[in-house]
């Protein structure tokens, strides 16, 4: 009998202490890159070491598939406890109900770590997570660009190597003189004109920075204005001046990417990564890259935003766990892990403080996110943004570049796809 009584007691005291069941938490991640899928691994190990009684169920939904299955398993069913998503898309599924908001999952993170979540986030950021005065999202990668650009054409120009175009019509003018003295086949500037998204990350950059606004108080189109006409003119300029590819208008990012790797342009704006793979190539003149923030227009400088977060399904039967989990992956040293494996700068200013991201080429870029912003700044996103970013903008810049349009028809055209679009 004394045995059986202990028995009992070793049990009622194991019942105590361990859950009855382990709480699974579904998540869809989207990158296919074999280090960043370990680098994930890494982050759910230690947060169930952590998070005893909670289980992360990591499945590969590659990007490219990431959308479509995202809207099927809203119709059908399915849908994860947790994703990533891109930024310019959390306001579309916002606006139908489909997330759930994170502002208890920051308030129990700060309160058991002394921490202000949403003051760590980039400032452009809010645009895109924060809406209807809750939290949506909680950033985990952030991009911008900087101005990439040949200290030893500058200087075969006559151009001071140290003094790199500030303005976007300094960036003109340059690009033209660069262009002038280069070698048949090189030029000035690397500049898409096409319906890539190549186009809009940098042209957003100037019709910020002459201050332009997508989106007036009233919701309609803001584009129909003189900042517009004017950041229009001088980006379309540089190709219309001859100083980047004359098949600028056809060309994607990478091929821009490819082109200043083999020494065809003085000067491009993108992302970090570029320096790595100008590391890894070693070009002679790889002593000669230099790195510079975006040219400013007459009200601001304006840096691209792009990043994506995780976010909760509201479908979710396990929000508590999955908040937990979203915190543990966006915050702290697993969090760092992750992002130096990825090659990203974080979502959290304080840790992109830090190294390994006070190291060049990273500083540049890190400063420019404080003036990094979103497309429709200084407006909240809305639901239509990811089809404003795809099917409108570049259309415009492209029908000027080639001549088809005027600045005026272009912008009177880009008002009506986009008020139509809204419409909708």
């Not at 898309?89 to 129990?108: E, K, R």
């Not at 939290?135 to 990439?148: D, G, H, K, N, Q």
């Not at 004359?246 to 704006?269: C, E, H, K, T, V």
């Amino acid at each position: 009998m004394r045995h059986k009584l202990l028995a009992a007691s070793a049990l009622a005291s194991a019942l105590l202490t361990v859950p009855a069941y382990a709480e699974t938490v579904t998540f869809w991640q989207f990158s296919t890159n074999p280090n960043d899928i370990a680098a994930w691994n890494a982050i759910i190990d230690a947060f169930e070491a952590s998070h005893e009684g909670i289980d992360v169920v990591m499945e590969i939904v590659p990007w490219s598939e990431q959308q479509q299955r995202l809207v099927t398993a809203l119709t059908t069913g399915g849908l994860p406890d947790v994703s990533m998503l891109g930024n310019n898309v959390v306001a579309q599924f916002q606006a139908i109900g489909a997330l759930a908001p994170l502002d208890d999952a920051f308030a129990a993170y700060d309160e058991a770590n002394g921490t202000d979540v949403a003051s760590d986030i980039w400032p452009g950021d809010r645009g895109y997570y924060h809406l209807d005065n809750h939290w949506w999202a909680s950033p985990i990668a952030v991009e911008t660009r900087a101005l990439y650009y040949r200290k030893d054409l500058f200087e075969a120009a006559g151009l001071d190597p140290n003094s790199p175009p500030d303005s976007w019509d300094e960036l003109r003018s340059v690009a033209k003189t660069l262009t002038a003295s280069a070698p048949d086949g090189t030029y000035g500037m690397a500049l898409s004109t096409s319906l890539d998204y190549f186009t809009v990350h940098n042209f957003m950059s100037a019709y910020l920075g002459y201050g332009a606004r997508m989106l007036n108080e009233d919701g309609s189109c803001g584009f129909d204005s003189p900042e517009f006409r004017a950041a229009l003119d001088v980006y379309t300029g540089i190709a219309l001046d001859g100083s980047t590819h004359p098949d600028a208008a056809s060309m994607n990012g990478d091929a821009f990417q490819r082109g200043f790797l083999d020494g065809r342009y003085g000067m491009i704006l993108m992302h970090p990564s570029l320096y790595r793979d100008l590391a890894t190539e070693k070009p002679e003149w790889l002593d000669a890259v230099d790195i510079a923030k975006v040219p400013a227009g007459p009200a601001n400088r304006s840096g691209f935003l792009g990043g994506w977060p995780l976010v909760m399904w509201d479908a979710s039967d396990a929000k508590d766990a999955a908040g937990q989990f979203i915190m543990f992956a966006t915050h702290g040293d697993a969090f760092k892990d992750l992002a130096v494996a990825g090659g990203f700068i974080p979502g959290s200013i304080s840790l992109a403080q830090g190294a390994p991201w006070t190291e060049f080429p990273y500083p540049v870029f890190v400063e420019q996110l404080q003036d990094a912003r979103a497309y429709q700044y200084p407006s909240e996103a809305i639901p239509q943004m990811g089809q404003l970013e795809v099917d409108t903008i570049q259309k415009a810049v492209q029908a000027v570049a080639l001549g088809q349009k005027s600045i005026d028809q272009a912008t009177a055209d880009l008002c009506t796809d986009i008020n139509t679009v809204l419409a909708r």
